[in-house]
T-cell receptor, first 112, second 116 residues
């Protein structure tokens, strides 16, 4: 079975500060992990994904995530937050049947 | 290239009424998924089409929900009769032929359904 836990439903950071959004997963098969972002009134947009090629994955808009098997984690980071990063972020793991299991989402607020 | 589109963007109906949601996937994408997010909770899988066939409908809540994908293009999700607990945002996603676990799913903007 697969599941995802996102710690912190709301995260606030100052503009220019480090962004860290946490994701822990559980998977009975080798995990493939995804981070999506949803801006207001838009669909979910892929930020990055881990498909076992490299443990440090770089995505769009300066985001990256590191797959740590020992910690069953796939935390999302960005060195310097920008106002345009304010959105809701979702971590997901794909199942054997290709469906995604999502976390509950983290809403990021960037304070000027 | 056009993305996944969904119609309507919002729907407000009374308990007991019927609502039909529509999803147009990206052209050429054989795989089509429906998901639902109830307020404050995770996005949950409902079902998966490969072309016009239902590959997996294990997430469908009950028999009040009916999904179709005639001709393997657009899909509809009908809720009849709607109940209060059906309120939420319904997302549609599509992915290219092949259906690998590493495939990106491309999501539409969702339909926000409110049942009063």
């Amino acid at each position: 079975a697969q599941s995802v836990t996102q710690l912190g439903s709301h995260v606030s950071v100052s503009e220019g500060a480090l962004v860290l959004l946490r994701c822990n997963y559980s998977s009975s098969v080798p995990p493939y992990l995804f981070w999506y972002v949803q801006y207001p009134n838009q669909g979910l947009q892929l930020l990055l994904k881990y498909t076992s090629a490299a443990t440090l994955v770089k995505g769009i808009n300066g985001f990256e995530a590191e797959f740590k098997k020992s910690e069953t984690s796939f935390h999302l980071t960005k060195p310097s937050a920008h106002m345009s990063d304010a959105a809701e972020y979702f971590c997901a793991v794909s199942s054997t049947g290709n469906q995604f299991y999502f976390g509950t989402g983290t809403s990021l607020t960037v304070i000027p | 290239e056009a993305g996944v589109t969904q119609f309507p963007s919002h729907s407000v109906i009374e308990k007991g009424q019927t609502v039909t949601l529509r999803c147009d996937p990206i052209s050429g994408h054989d795989n089509l998924y429906w998901y639902r997010r109830v307020m404050g909770k995770e996005i949950k899988f409902l079902l998966h089409f490969v072309k016009e066939s239902k590959q997996d409908e294990s997430g469908m809540p009950n028999n009040r929900f009916l999904a179709e994908r005639t001709g393997g293009t657009y899909s509809t999700l009908k809720v009849q009769p709607a109940e209060l607990e059906d309120s939420g945002v319904y997302f549609c996603a599509s992915s290219p032929p092949g259906g690998y676990r590493t495939d990106t799913q491309y999501f539409g903007p969702g339909t926000r359904l409110t049942v009063l």
